[in-house]
């Protein structure tokens, strides 16, 4: 039986706040890249804590990408499949693109399991971004993608990301677990009951 870690809203929030020195000062986002669903209460938390007196706040755009599949048990638990499905992506067709050549992204997810996504999500992102770039002439300066997840599973990954962001060690997890279902708390339809959980489950 697959072992559930049920996650609250606090802690969620103090392991972005522990992680935003690092994100700044290393990676100096420009613009963050929320995946969603999973990625999306995590960018917003970390935009907060990425805000220094006297400077806008950091941009958060969406893409969707789909991996997990129901296995139509009773406990609605999933499993990841083997195919990325995009469910929302940048418009191409605008002068998005172009906004986001020469910049430093953040990429944020809630959970780097198989890395399948992750892999997928740099890949084109680099791709469509590179396209815009030469579109500008080709001189515009290279745009640096990093990542940020609240949890990275400790286990091996199907997917791979770019050595030059793992060189550069532009890639950073929160907290690393163990391979078990981690239930985040945007899932949950009794946030009460999830609470619950989370409290007595074993520290």
């Not at 940048?90 to 890395?115: H, Y």
């Not at 962001?165 to 997890?173: E, G, I, S, T, W």
Request: glycine share 6%; net charge negative.
């Amino acid at each position: 039986m697959v072992q559930k870690v049920y996650v609250t809203y606090n802690q969620i929030h103090k392991l972005c706040q522990a992680s935003a020195e690092r994100i700044l000062n290393d990676f100096k986002p420009n613009l963050m890249i929320a995946i969603g669903g999973g990625g999306y209460v995590p960018a917003r938390i970390l935009r907060s804590f990425l805000k220094r007196p006297g400077t806008p706040n950091i941009p958060i755009q969406a893409i969707g990408l789909s991996l997990y599949e129901n296995l139509g048990s009773d406990d609605q638990v999933e499993e990841p499949g083997t195919k990325v499905t995009r469910t929302q992506w940048l418009d191409l067709s605008s002068l998005q693109m172009s906004n986001l050549v020469g910049k430093n992204i953040l990429i944020v997810d809630e959970v780097d399991d198989t890395r399948t996504t992750l892999e997928y999500a740099v890949k084109e992102l680099e791709k469509d971004v590179e396209t815009a770039r030469k579109q500008l002439g080709g001189d515009a300066p290279k745009t640096n993608f990093s990542i940020f997840v609240v949890h990275n599973k400790d286990k091996p990954k199907r997917g791979h990301l770019p050595i030059d962001m793992v060189k550069q060690d532009r890639y950073l997890a929160a907290q690393t677990v163990g391979d078990v279902w981690i239930c985040y708390p945007w899932e949950a339809t009794d946030i009460d009951e999830h609470d619950k959980l989370a409290e007595s489950q074993p520290t």
